[in-house]
């Protein structure tokens, strides 16, 4: 029996528009050559770097957020480093920075860069935390995300793909859920729109992950 690769760190943040109508969440296509998951949408995000939990960004999360991230076994630091890469991420795929005025501490290298000289450190208290998943055993590239979501009206800039997402745009949630996207997404975007209608009122924030192939979902009580 093949042993199970291990899953790497990873975490995605989604952006949602839900200041006219039904909700728009920004999402872009991997590109077709990629390893993994190539030509689903996605939200922007990627793995952690060793840099991400190495930043102190002078910032906290809102204390149901740090709850939420201890209840699903997430130790401080690298609950700060994932969301921190979640951020990062952001800036690198669209150009977005979810940000507030201040300066950052730590090793500055790569996109942490551009947060510095800009006068910019992550603005975690305006995360929410959604939930998180974990690929299949029998993947060959396995990861353990954790998904992010704060209000399009807190990100700055203006929408500039790198080149890692193609067709990048605020898609409604209807019209999202109709695109190419693995079960992973589709699960997390109706989480949104149950939340949106009013279906989900105190959510304890799910895992999704898998028993002999095949999804699950599973929430922790007094999260």
Known sequence: M???????????????DDRAGE???????????????PDAYVFPGGKLDAHD?????????????????????????????????AIRETREETGLFLTEPGALKGPITGTWEEFHAEGRRPALAKLSYVGRAITPHSSPIRFHARFFLAAASDAEGEI????????????????????PMI???????????????????????????????????????GA
Not at 196 to 205: C, F, K, M, Q, Y
């Open 2 to 16: 093949a042993v199970a690769v291990k899953p790497r760190d990873a975490a995605s943040l989604i952006l949602l």
């Open 23 to 37: 909700p728009r969440v920004l999402m872009g296509k991997r590109h077709s050559r990629v390893s993994f998951v």
């Open 53 to 85: 939990s190495e930043i102190d960004p002078g910032t906290a999360f809102a204390p149901d957020v740090e709850k939420a991230l201890a209840h699903a076994g997430c130790k401080a630091e690298k609950a700060r480093g994932l969301a921190l890469a």
């Open 160 to 179: 500039k793909g790198s080149g890692e997402l193609s067709e990048l745009d605020w898609y409604p949630l209807s019209e999202a859920l109709k695109l």
């Open 183 to 221: 079960d992973v997404t589709e699960f997390m975007l109706r989480e949104l729109q149950a939340r949106a209608r009013g279906e989900l009122p105190h959510a304890v924030p799910p895992l999704y992950c898998y028993r002999n192939d095949r999804p699950i979902v599973m929430r922790r009580k």
